[in-house]
């Protein structure tokens, strides 16, 4: 077996002192930032990547830290989400439909050692459907050429915002808003500085990392300050031990929802909110006898499995073709692009260390989950008493020691303020963020793949239809767009 | 309403956009040129920033008044974080937004005085000390 041998490279890899510390430290870290309600995974990431950056870790044990702390907010979401009603990050809004119930009822262990479990069974299902899928979707990905690239951002663009149900039109805007901004600097070919309006400091264009934590971290804040409190009060975890007979109740539905979340985290765009909204209503719909929304096992597993699912599905079309299926892989595409590190099918080829290195880290970051999330649930619980006005000042103070220790500008800081404010507007409007990130990603990959194109046509446009695979991605595209323009008329937004 | 002026913000930030992309010539032997590409995402923008203002979707509620008033007083601590990080040392810095961002989101004075009072020189202690990311730890003002 060729990939058992890749993967046990990998564990020698992520066994180093240094990795293993980063995988433990960044599932802590990780469940923390998805219990405390406010920060995500997408906020969480975004922050740390400055500091990755600052303290020079390498590709691979920045990649293992932040895989790390990604899987870890999905198992931390459902903590707040079970014992507060209130979602710890937005995948675990549907945890809190049979999660509060059950704690309600006095059944919060069980509640969380059914939903720990189902996270651990949907990320290592999804980890093992990495390793058998990505190499080969690697492998297929080689035969794209520069169109059929250009044809794969235009999907990209447009699936992203998902089948939510929000105008996609808005989704469209903020892409060409990602693109827009992405064009700023020297055009890398021709040398002519476009859009910097005679400002230095514009001619490296604007820095992804800066203006991701500002559209993520420094959105949050504002976002805070307008909202009231909700939810339903804190409930005490009650008995510490879970039954094990409740907890097999929830594994059928913990391993259909796995499925449904890994599927739906491969789709561009779709993410783990999708896979947990997907997972429930499937499960919902088939095991149903009225007992769903007042505290069943199996509404709880589903979701939760549906979710860490769908996070471990995400990372492929992010490693194979350098296209983020979520926000937060986005983010990870972010800082692989600044280390210099172009993922797409080539990754597997010229940095297998980084690839199989991040698998193992995967597979052994769930077992240090499950043990950090069913023993030590009640340290987490704990933190949930902290107030937000003593956490989110240290969200901000984080966030600019870490753009200031990459940058060394106090240009920069103003340039994460300004998105802040940006993509609060841009929330409150329903335009959704991750376009705008991919946009200035993956921009001017978008454009050079489009001049290579032209180059190998000689400036003939019909190149970018000739292809069968572009051919068959725009028709995906198409289908895409006219299904998510059907949900949108047919039903009033349901997730922001 | 938020649609349409939105939908009108896209459709002048886009039109400025094309217009800009005019001045940039072509450079010698590129197929595509620097004013294609933002041709191609221009035209699409203000076509679809165009549509939302003349059939918007959707209307935004903001926040109240005392909201408003918090989200412009964070906005005016956020900058002047910035803008004073350097001259005046990041303890220093912190230790003011810190204090400003927890008051206003609610902290009792003491209480929220106490955590500022901690954590930036907590902060810089760990990060700077610890884990050797350079902070400027007093300022060209004060030093």
Known sequence: ?496 | MTDRLAGLFFFVLAAGYLWLSAGYVAGFGDPLGPAVFPRVIGIPAAILGLSLAIWPSHNATWAGRAGLLRQVAAMGLLLGYALLLEPLGFVPASFAAILGLSLLMGAPPLRGFLTAALAAPGLYLLFDRLMGLPLPLIGEMLG
């Not at chain 1, 906020?43 to 740390?48: D, K, Q, S, T, Y």
């Not at chain 1, 995948?91 to 509060?100: E, Q, S």
């Not at chain 1, 808005?170 to 693109?179: F, I, P, S």
């Not at chain 1, 514009?202 to 307008?226: R, W």
């Open chain 1, 1 to 496: 077996m060729d990939i058992l041998a890749l993967l046990l490279d990998g564990f020698s890899i992520a066994v180093l002192p240094l990795n293993l510390a980063l995988i433990v430290g960044g599932c802590f870290a990780g469940t923390l930032i998805g219990a405390l309600p406010g920060l995500g995974p997408v906020n969480g990431v975004a922050i740390l990547i400055p500091l990755t950056f600052a303290f020079g870790l390498d590709a691979t044990s920045s990649m293992i830290l932040l895989s790390a702390v990604y899987y870890g907010c999905m198992y931390g979401g459902r903590i707040s989400a079970i014992l507060l009603n209130i979602p710890g990050d937005e995948p675990a809004i549907m945890t809190t439909l049979d999660g509060y119930p059950m704690a309600r009822k006095g059944h919060a262990a069980d509640a969380l050692a059914i939903s720990g479990v189902a996270s651990f069974i949907g990320a290592t299902l999804a980890t093992i459907g990495l390793t058998l899928f990505a190499p080969l979707l690697a492998k297929a990905a080689i035969y794209f050429g520069p169109a059929d690239y250009f044809a794969l951002y235009v999907m990209a663009f447009t699936t992203i915002g998902g089948i939510t149900g929000t105008d996609p039109r808005k989704t469209l805007l903020a892409a060409m808003l990602g693109l827009m901004l992405g064009t700023v600097g020297l055009d890398p070919s021709t040398g002519v500085a476009r859009y910097t309006f005679g400002s230095f400091h514009l001619y490296d264009g604007f820095d992804p990392i800066v203006a991701l934590v500002g559209l993520f971290a420094i959105s949050e804040i504002l976002f805070f300050l307008e909202q009231k409190a909700h939810g339903g009060g804190l409930v005490p975890p009650g008995s510490v031990f879970p039954r094990f007979s409740r907890i097999k109740e929830g594994l059928g539905a913990s391993l259909r929802g796995s499925l449904i979340g890994f599927i739906a985290g491969i789709l561009p765009g779709a993410g783990a909110s999708l896979g947990a909204v997907m997972s429930y209503s499937f499960e919902k719909r088939i095991s149903d006898r009225g007992s769903f929304g007042k505290g069943d096992p199996r509404g709880v597993a589903a979701p939760e499995a549906g979710n860490n699912a769908a996070s471990g599905g995400a990372l492929i079309p992010m490693l194979t073709l350098g296209v983020p299926g979520s926000g937060t892989t986005a983010v990870m595409l972010a800082m692989l692009i600044s280390l210099n590190i172009q993922p797409g099918p080539l990754l597997f080829e010229r940095s297998p260390d980084l690839v199989w290195g991040l698998v193992a880290a995967l597979y052994l970051a769930n077992f240090v989950l499950l043990i950090l999330n069913l023993p030590l649930i009640g340290l987490f619980t704990r933190v949930l008493g902290l107030p937000a006005w003593g956490l989110m000042p240290l969200v901000v103070a984080i966030s600019y020691l870490g753009v200031y220790a990459i940058t060394h500008a106090a240009f920069d800081l103003l340039v994460m303020v300004g998105f802040g404010v940006l993509g609060f507007v841009l929330r409150k409007l329903e335009f959704s963020l991750v376009p705008v990130v991919l946009g200035l990603l993956l921009g001017m990959d978008m454009e050079n793949n489009l001049r290579r194109a032209l180059s190998i046509s000689g400036g003939d446009f019909t190149i970018l239809v000739q292809s069968p695979i572009a051919i068959g991605i725009y028709a995906v595209t198409a289908g895409f767009l006219v299904l998510s323009l059907w949900l949108s008329k047919r039903s009033p937004p349901q997730m922001a």
